[in-house]
């Protein structure tokens, strides 16, 4: 008995102390230590492929295009702050929202730091050379594209190419100038084009090509020559060109950038010459809807599985409208729909009395693939509202009559039956970024964002020729934009100021919604015009006959509203720095007005 | 009895044998026979299963069930020792005589309560820290389903608050003395010695705990790296000698949620609608004769409803059973205790998919099969089954919140109405017609622990334990689409008002086919100890030395799978699902702990007592070299009430202090590793390419928390010890608490900064009780307990740049304060608008924001850190017993304060407003009014920004449980044959005092947007329940 329990005393210190591991020395399950990360290539590529992740995508739910002259957002989400100028380094409204993290300070410089550590690392990794090549091509794309972003909303900012350690003392650098930021985005970029193919084919497509990097070039040239920063009001480095440019050597290197991606002769607009039979407002918004066409330079592609929601791609759920039970989201303001030219390519105008009788009928076809109006087909009803339409048509109209004098407002109102607070204030919903295919409620669906398309080259090749007074060849590009939309060319007798307005025109009609117009209004300084102008919409009334049934409707009215106030200060050229940020590096300069 | 030392041998053996273990039966002489009755001095009633010991040699017995005992001694001349547990051990020479009657006298009277601390007992006397229990017999057993919850205002500076009466997910969150770092405030649970075994304290069976005690200072260093939260230790009962005893107890509970909130009617809903729509510059909405018919009982239902949420979603009661069988009993060398218990609670939703079941068994076998050996084999196991709709319960209290009165919860022929969006109609929500939700824990402990003395060397003993813990969890969420019906309410008054059914339309809500979400997590976990202790009684002088080791290592696997497209909901199973866009995940995690660990007390002539702890321990989270640390701790006490120059009024007059550092690694692993974790992907070539995350950076330096703990007690007991009185001062600095450097680290760096030891807080407070127990006669009794505490805290270092204006600083503020503009009230007019500083656009009816900084605007630097969160302050309990004749009675009142919460509700074209809202609210006819006015859902700044107008306080007294109880006379009782009967009633949560008026003022809010799906985290704002319950209790 005694010895059992001496054994067992014994065997007790035996198993204590004899271990001769440390049984606390344990391994991480869930993670990969950083040492095994390099050592194969398809670890390597898994870290590079988070990068892209920086890039997002525009169809959030408050786009870009909310908070220009060409959209406003339903539920607010701080897109009134800054259509309103009260943004401040403490209150960035949606600018400082997770919803548009592209273009903040922070994340992007999560990222940034991401490409540097990646560019720090790869260089030993044992991978095949080849691959390692178009690896830190793509890491040097990103880059640039991160930096691009900062500079639109920042100016000119803080260039980080090292790794920061936690206990590094000297972590408060001060911000690049404009001109420095935007040498050094130019240069990533041309490190990219000279590492990777013109463009990735197989189960690379999707990944930075050599025809991106071009583009984005092209793009940030473009910006670099426009009136913002040469005219650099407030005069510091970091906002602008601070020495006075010659403008014809910034527009010839834009063109000449553009002019690099055109001619790869890789890309085309997608259908750039209509079939007869064609409807080119489906062709044009079938290109948004297609992925990987000729005309795509670079897009993000999502396949609809529930994971790609982590960066909520919903563009149905976000912009269809409510009475389809979505939420509106991005609305199209009236200021856009009348940017829209006649087919005939004339100005549509509410002066004449034809056009303001029926203001949706022969409109740029792009405006039917662009914006659903009221009477817009679009797609069956949900089983419980069929009763209100059998026909699935927009309903934006605010009164509608029926014979027994009862008013009924739309479906697709503030005042619908259903789920009304999601319902549009312009009577407009955003139609380019949703398909009228997809099922309603799941949230996923395959679909793309463009990064870079060639239709935006065409335009940065238009806008500078226009500069350097080639209207020719900049009526050229446009007209290729215009062919494939439908529309006839412009007058050869367009040139200076009117064909420079013309381009705009056309820039924003192409490009709505596509993340452009909020920065073009900026760059081009015409913001103190068009944001001082109130979002206008739509109210509607009408009569018929029966409420379900479209075609007995009759004797539209249609008034033009204002429905959210505008005000533009000048301090709203560029985002502010966040507070939190300029608290904790004083070196850093808040720009203009902040 | 042979019978019942044979099994108990036989399971010894097989138990032992984990040890190599064997053990030899013992043999017994046969010479004289003795034999008696033990009886209670004070009461004469016998008493079963005294120890009756021959001296000097290992022959004994026990006493029956009648006390009666008898056994055969090597002697006459012998001496017998007879000792019970509770009495005082009595010393009796035989002397010649055959038949040796004896009474004891209860020991209780004397204080000699015993205390669990950690690896051992202390007697309440010795304490020199501050430990504080309740014994199992404390706990409302009859009412809670939630062990935790039941600790609640039972303990001194033992702080509960309960977010969530979901059945299954009732969430007390318990804090000792209060909130002491910025990362997991968590005390540690210690069940039967086992540190954080798998189940927790939460769902243990209250019928099997013996007591609880609470290490809430310097004693907790025994406990080490962990300990710096405070330590609960929980010790369930073991078996006792004498006849085998069956208890049976049932309870049979009725429900209803103690406070909901009160929303406004549909008139006077629509009534705010227009005045919004006017705010916006624009025609009313709903005419007055419409919105008087909304008013009106009398209306059409089909055309005008006017719904409650909360008595439409709600049913008017549910049921809460709950059952307990034990059998225990046991022989001098073994003995043994079985239970079973069951319980069911019932949701409230009607048609309610809600139930929770819960069986626990537990078996309790201990012997002595020598003198010097004692050994104690546990084994318990539960089974949780969870049962609810597919939908979250805070989703389903969130919308019954929202839901427009206007709108109906069901059409007057009983079909659902329609949803404010996405199908959530809330009475639809809690029912399985959208689905189920199974959720299953199981849980198995087992436990094998000795005590061995080694012989010859008095007063050294060895312990060892040796546990293994396994758990099971899987959890099944099927959603499937279900049917709400909108109506025509044009075509059905174009038609003349008849037959209303036929103008409901069926609408599928949900997803569009079923989904099933699959997860399963398998867990275990393995501790071992050895401990060696040395405890010495010599004259003036005692001590107790010991010393020990423990390792514990735990490790877990988790799966998930889901799919989508199921043909039918017939087959709620993974295989029935489409394969397109299923996903599968899965993971696991490890962990270990090693530690050497002592206690050394000593006791000078019972006056001066010393206590000093270290314990010296590694934790797998932290890096190699810096693993280990050592956790000391040292306390004294003085019984004044032993020295010659305080009076003898005094029975107990202790002072106390104590001084200790301990630890806290709650903390995620592996910070000091750069690491990289799977992300959510990205998609090249239209498919899913994986991605790889980087982590934090690395923290080479990681280490754990450093509490350092002070308390200062005083215990007196005064008036025969019929008046008791314990008062403790507190104070605690923890160091190295882990925090983000991120507000100095500029994010240009890009750096995932990782938590570092860079944080300091200070919480102090004071804690105590007063007790008076009286007892006039045999027939009358009574008792007054009341314990509080009182607890706070404030940042000594937090990184936050400089530039943060004063009022906005963390530092020098409670954790978790929060930033507020400052509502000094509303604006009644213009007027007012323009003599303030306002927001741009403020128009009246909106909230005033005080100008703090006095720049004549309201900017984000007017905010100012208010020094309050939903951490009460103050804590206590009260309890008050009384007995008359056969009659028990109790009443326990529960009470916090200084906690607050901040309530927004998503209202105006989004949802319903709370009814006091409504009814304060500013309007252009009442511009005097004090609250403001009508809002559309974070449109008006004041919503959109946090204030103070919606920081509501919630102090509470709550009217906890409310008991009679009848025990039937002893004479029927023993001609049923029973030991003892009860009966009895009891209230639970019967009334609420509180200047909360928005629902109960511990339940979570209902989150504006928040919809958190995991299963922890899903009970939400299911409000508390008042239960009132019938039981009884039998003995036999």
Redesign the interface.
């Known amino acids: 008995m005694k010895r059992s329990v001496y054994l067992l005393i014994v065997f007790l210190v035996v198993v204590f102390t004899s271990s001769c591991k440390d049984p606390l020395q344990l391994k991480p399950k869930s993670k990969l230590t950083t040492v095994s990360v390099w050592e194969s290539a398809s670890t390597v590529k898994a870290v590079l492929n988070n990068i892209y992740r920086g890039m997002g995508h525009g169809a959030n739910q408050a786009q870009m295009g909310s908070m220009d002259d060409d959209g406003s957002s339903i539920p607010d989400l701080g897109t009134g702050v800054v259509v309103q100028s009260t943004v401040t380094p403490d209150n960035m409204g949606n600018l400082s929202s997770s919803r548009s993290d592209q273009f903040k300070w922070g994340p992007l410089y999560k990222y940034i730091r991401q490409v540097n550590v990646f560019l720090k690392k790869v260089r030993n990794a044992k991978i095949d050379p080849t691959l390692k090549k178009h690896f830190i091509g793509e890491a040097h794309f990103l880059r640039a594209y991160f930096y691009q972003n900062l500079m639109k909303a920042y100016g000119g900012v803080p260039i980080i190419t090292k790794v920061y350690g936690i206990n590094d003392k000297n972590m408060q650098p001060p911000r690049n100038s404009f001109k420095e930021t935007v040498n050094f985005i130019i240069s990533e970029a041309d490190s990219a084009a000279s590492m990777l193919p013109t463009v990735r084919t197989g189960d690379n497509i999707g990944r930075a090509s050599a025809g991106a990097a071009l583009a984005l070039k092209s793009r940030v040239l473009l910006f670099a020559a426009s009136k913002l920063y040469r005219v650099n009001p407030s005069g510091k480095a970091f906002t602008g060109y601070t020495k006075s440019q010659d403008p014809t050597t910034l527009w010839k290197k834009a063109r000449n950038a553009a002019k690099a991606v055109m001619d790869l002769g890789v890309y085309n607009l997608y259908k750039a010459n209509p079939a007869p039979g064609d409807s080119v407002a489906k062709n044009f918004h079938d290109l948004f809807h297609t992925q990987q066409t000729n005309e795509s330079i670079m897009e993000r592609d999502f396949t609809g599985s529930n994971r790609d929601q982590s960066q909520n791609y919903r563009p149905w759920q976000y912009h269809g409208p409510n009475g389809f039970h979505q939420w509106g989201g991005t609305t199209p303001t009236q200021n856009l729909v009348d940017a829209f030219k006649m087919k005939d390519g004339s100005d549509f105008s509410w002066n004449n009395p034809q056009e303001a009788a029926h203001p949706y009928k022969n409109r740029d076809p792009r405006f039917y693939a662009t914006i659903l109006y009221d009477g817009a087909p679009f797609r069956k009803r949900p089983s419980d509202d069929i009763q209100y339409d059998q026909d699935g048509v927009i309903q934006t109209f605010k009164k509608l009559t029926l014979p027994d004098g009862e008013t009924v407002p739309g479906l697709d109102t503030r005042e619908s039956p259903i789920e009304p607070w999601n319902g549009t204030y312009s009577g407009y919903y955003n139609r380019k970024l949703i398909s009228a295919d997809q099922v309603p409620h799941t949230g996923f669906y395959p679909g793309l964002w463009f990064y870079f398309r060639y239709g935006e080259i065409l335009l940065n090749y238009a806008e500078a020729s226009i500069h350097l007074g080639d209207y020719a060849a900049a009526r050229n590009a446009i007209d290729k934009i215009r062919h494939r939309a439908g529309m006839p060319k412009l007058k050869s007798s367009l040139t200076g100021s009117k064909l420079m307005s013309a381009y705009r025109n056309e820039r924003r009609v192409e490009m709505a919604f596509e993340e452009h117009r909020f920065w073009d209004i900026r760059r081009w300084m015409i913001a103190p015009k068009v944001m001082n102008q109130d979002a206008e919409g739509i109210d509607i009334s009408a009569n018929a006959t029966n409420r379900a049934d479209r075609s007995t409707y009759y004797n539209y009215n249609y008034k033009v509203m204002t429905y959210q106030k505008r005000k533009w200060r000048d301090k709203m050229y560029f985002y502010p720095i966040p507070q939190s940020e300029m608290n904790k590096d004083p070196k850093l300069k808040q720009n203009p007005g902040y | 009895m042979d019978k019942v030392k044979q099994l108990g041998n036989t399971l010894i053996i097989a138990g032992s044998l984990l040890?190599?273990?064997?053990?030899?039966g013992i043999a017994c002489a046969q010479q004289n026979t003795v034999n008696g009755t033990v009886r209670d001095d004070s009461t004469g009633n016998p008493l079963p299963g005294v120890n009756i010991k021959v001296k000097g040699t290992t022959t004994g017995t026990t006493t029956n069930g009648s006390g009666h005992y008898s056994f055969n001694v090597p002697s006459l001349r012998d001496t017998l020792i007879f000792s019970y547990i509770g009495y005082k051990t009595k010393i009796v020479p035989v002397n010649g005589r055959t038949t040796v009657n004896v009474s004891l006298k209860s020991e209780t009277i004397a204080g000699q309560q015993m205390v669990v601390v950690g690896y051992g007992t202390q007697s309440s006397e010795s304490l020199t820290g501050s430990v504080s229990s309740v014994s199992g017999s404390d706990l409302d057993k009859a009412s809670t389903v939630n062990t935790s919850e039941s600790l609640g205002g039972k303990i001194p500076g033992l702080v509960m608050v309960n977010y969530s009466g979901e059945p299954g997910h009732s969430a007390p969150v318990l804090r000792i003395r209060g909130q002491h770092t910025l990362t997991n405030n968590k005390p540690l649970v210690v069940i039967n010695g086992i540190p954080n075994p798998p189940g927790g304290l939460n769902s243990l069976n209250p019928n099997d705990i013996k007591s609880i005690s609470v290490l809430k200072d310097a004693t907790a260093a025994i406990y080490g790296v962990r300990g710096a939260n405070g330590v609960i230790l929980v010790t369930t009962k073991q078996g006792k000698k004498g006849p085998s005893k069956v208890g049976v107890t049932f309870n049979q509970g009725f429900q209803q949620p103690t406070r909901l909130p009160k929303m406004a009617d549909a008139a006077t809903y629509l009534t705010m609608l227009n005045e919004l729509s006017r705010y916006q510059g624009n025609p009313p909405?709903y005419s007055k004769k419409e919105i008087q018919k909304y008013a009106d009982p009398n209306s059409n239902p089909w055309l005008y409803p006017n719904t409650n949420w909360f008595k439409e979603g709600l049913k008017s009661f549910s049921m809460q059973t709950k059952g307990n069988v034990t059998v225990s009993g046991g022989s001098k060398t073994f003995q043994y205790r079985f239970s079973l218990g069951a319980l069911r609670n019932g949701g409230i939703y009607v048609n309610s998919a809600t139930h929770y079941n819960r069986y626990n068994i537990r078996s309790a076998l201990s012997a002595e099969?020598?003198d010097?050996?004692h050994l104690q084999f546990d084994i318990s196991g539960r089974w949780e089954n969870r049962n609810y709709s597919s939908q979250n319960g805070a989703n389903i209290f969130r919308y019954m919140v929202q839901s427009y009165p206007n709108y109906p919860g069901f059409w007057p022929n009983g079909k659902p109405g329609?949803a404010?969006?996405?199908g959530n109609n809330p009475v639809v929500m809690g029912s399985s017609a959208t689905g189920s939700r199974h959720n299953d824990s199981y849980y198995f402990n087992s436990r094998l622990h000795?005590n061995?003395d080694i012989?010859h060397i008095k007063g050294l003993s060895?312990k060892?334990t040796g546990s293994f813990d396994k758990n099971f969890l899987i959890d099944k969420r099927f959603t499937t689409p279900w049917t709400?019906y909108?109506f025509?309410k044009?075509?059905y008054i174009?038609n003349g008002k008849k037959n209303p059914s036929q103008y409901l339309?069926?609408?599928?809500r949900g997803?569009?086919t079923p989904t099933l979400n699959q997860q399963s997590t398998n867990g275990d976990k393995i501790l071992?100890n050895?401990i060696g202790q040395y405890k010495r009684d010599l004259g003036n002088n005692s001590f107790n030395v010991l010393f020990g080791?423990e390792?514990q290592?735990s490790q877990s696997d988790y799966f998930s799978a889901?799919r989508r497209n199921f043909l039918t909901a017939a087959i709620p199973e993974m295989f029935a699902g489409g394969k397109a866009?299923q996903?599968i995940d899965g993971?696991?995690?490890?962990?270990?702990?090693?530690s050497f660990f002592s206690r050394i007390n000593y006791n000078y002539k019972n006056k001066y007592i010393v206590q000093l702890i270290g314990r010296y321990e590694?934790?797998?989270i932290f890096p190699?070299g810096k693993?280990y640390g050592f956790f000391p701790g040292i306390s004294v006490g003085w019984r004044l009430a032993n020295e010659k120059f305080v009076p003898a009024f005094f029975d107990e007059l202790k002072l106390t202090g104590s001084y200790g550092e301990t630890g806290n690694d709650q903390i995620a692993?592996?910070q000091y590793?750069?690491?990289?974790?799977?992300?959510?992907?990205?998609?090249?070539?239209?498919?899913?390419?994986?991605?790889?995350?980087?982590?934090v950076?690395?923290?080479p330096n990681v280490t754990w928390e450093v509490a350092k703990q002070t308390d200062v007690g005083i215990h007196t007991k005064i008036f025969n010890r019929k008046l008791s009185f314990e008062l403790h001062y507190w104070n605690e600095i923890r160091n190295n608490i882990l925090a983000f450097?991120s507000?100095?680290?500029?994010?240009?760096?890009?750096?995932?900064?990782?938590r570092?030891n860079i944080g300091k807080v200070r919480s102090w407070g004071y804690d105590g009780s007063i007790s008076w127990d009286k007892h006039f006669t045999k027939d009358i009794n009574y008792s007054i307990s009341l314990n509080g505490g009182y607890s706070t805290n404030k940042i000594k270092y937090i990184a936050e740049?400089?530039?943060?204006p004063q009022w906005q600083r963390q530092t020098g503020k409670k954790m978790g304060a929060g930033l507020f503009y400052i509502a000094t009230g509303v604006f009644h007019n213009k007027q007012e608008i323009s003599n303030h500083p306002h927001e741009?656009g403020a128009r009246p009816g909106d909230l005033i924001f005080k100008d703090v900084n006095g720049d004549g605007k309201i900017?984000?630097?007017d905010r100012v850190r208010i020094n309050r969160n939903n951490y009460p302050t103050w804590t206590g309990g009260l309890t008050l017993r009384a007995q008359y004749k056969n009659l028990h009675f109790k009443v326990f009142f529960q009470g916090n304060a200084g906690a607050s919460k901040y309530v927004r509700t998503a209202s105006?074209?989004?949802g319903n407003y709370y009814q006091q809202y409504a009814a304060r609210r500013w309007t252009p006819e009442h511009p005097n009014a004090n609250g403001p006015r009508a809002y559309n859902?974070?449109?008006a700044y004041w919503i959109a920004q946090e204030n103070t107008y919606f920081f509501r306080k919630t102090n509470f007294l709550r009217l906890k449980n409310a008991k009679i109880g009848y025990t039937l006379p002893k004479k029927i009782v023993s001609k049923l044959d029973m030991d003892s009967v009860q009966f009895y009633i009891n209230g639970y949560n019967l009334i609420t005092w509180t200047s909360y008026k928005l629902g109960d003022p511990e339940t979570a809010n209902p989150n504006l947007q928040g919809f958190q799906n995991t299963i922890q985290n899903r009970g939400g704002s299911y409000p508390q329940m008042r239960l009132y319950n019938i039981g009884f209790s039998l003995k036999f």
Not at chain 2, 19 to 24: A, K, S, V
Not at chain 2, 505 to 508: N, P, R, S
Not at chain 2, 587 to 594: E, K, L, P
Request: net charge positive.
């Open positions: 040890f190599f273990l064997l053990i030899n909405v099969p020598s010097n050996l329609p404010i969006e996405l000795l061995y012989p060895v060892g709400l909108s025509n044009t075509a174009a339309t069926g609408v599928k997803p569009a071992l050895a080791s390792y290592y889901f866009g996903t993971n696991g995690s490890h962990g270990a702990h090693m590694g934790s797998y190699k693993r692993p592996y590793l750069n690491t990289y974790s799977f992300g959510a992907g990205y998609v090249n070539n239209d498919k899913k390419v994986p991605t790889l995350v980087p982590g950076s690395a923290n450097r507000g100095s680290v500029p994010s240009l760096t890009g750096l995932k900064l990782p570092e740049p400089k530039s943060i741009q900017t984000a630097k105006g074209t989004f859902r974070q449109q």
